[in-house]
């Protein structure tokens, strides 16, 4: 087993207190259903641009499993790897973010429905929910085995759990059929390199597989793609916002 499986997966999982050093509000707060109103026009735009992409991803199944990630990237080992070693769905992406880790980390830490959303098609993906645009404070605690649901009544194979993170650097989530992992790399001038992993083992002898073989060859390039782009937007975002209140501050 590699280190940074060993790592994820031990019962001593690493886990640093790291403190997100980035922009927040006072009046930050998970998003709730009031805020669909406002909010769903826009949500049915995302679904309507990225129908065509669901409609002819498996034609680019190769392109649209490696989006964004450079060769050394998609030969790297990621935390998890070895958890589903014949898993028929491997994708792994990546995207250049112009904010440091610390800024990007708290994105991920605050994922999930009813947390921070998924950052992608919410009509789809968060039900009508609006994924959060601030860094939410009551939402940046991380621990092994924390659960991070996907639906409004999450079940143990409807919900990824927190299996292994360092603060910063990379986190994994799994469910019983898949791995989903995340890691942050620092580049000159202040920027990250996010990359993830996602894995997918189609279990057959199960009555709902054709349902995520659908929702894997089908709805994650689209989905996984905004969901970058979506957390890039954020913490870049985030980043200007600082850098603004240092200026006013000197």
Request: glycine content about 8%; charged content about 25%; proline content about 9%.
């Amino acid at each position: 087993m590699s280190l940074p499986n060993a790592i994820a997966r031990g019962a001593g999982a690493v886990k640093k207190a790291v403190a997100p050093r980035t922009a927040t509000s006072s009046r930050a707060r998970p998003p709730s259903y009031r805020d669909t109103v406002t909010d769903l026009p826009r949500q049915i735009a995302d679904v309507v641009v990225d129908l065509p992409l669901c409609l002819v991803t498996p034609l680019f199944r190769l392109r649209h499993r490696t989006w964004g990630a450079g060769p050394e990237e998609i030969a790297a080992e990621m935390p998890g790897d070895d958890l589903l070693p014949r898993a028929q769905y491997l994708a792994t992406r990546a995207i250049t973010v112009s904010a440091p880790p610390d800024e990007v980390w708290p994105w991920l830490v605050q994922v999930g429905y009813r947390r921070g959303g998924w950052y992608a098609n919410d009509l789809l993906d968060n039900f009508a929910l609006p994924s959060a645009r601030e860094v939410i404070p009551e939402l940046q605690d991380i621990h092994v085995g924390q659960r991070l649901a996907m639906v409004p009544r999450p079940l143990e194979r409807t919900a990824f759990v927190v299996d292994g993170f360092a603060a910063p650097e990379w986190v994994l989530w799994r469910t019983p059929n898949r791995t989903f992992a995340w890691r942050l790399v620092a580049l000159p001038g202040g920027r990250t390199r996010v990359v993830t992993r996602l894995a997918t083992a189609y279990e057959w002898s199960r009555p709902l597989v054709l349902g995520t073989v659908v929702l894997m060859e089908f709805g994650d390039y689209p989905m996984m793609r905004r969901m970058l782009r979506g957390i890039r937007s954020r913490a870049e975002t985030g980043h200007r916002r600082m850098a603004r209140g240092r200026i006013g501050r000197d």
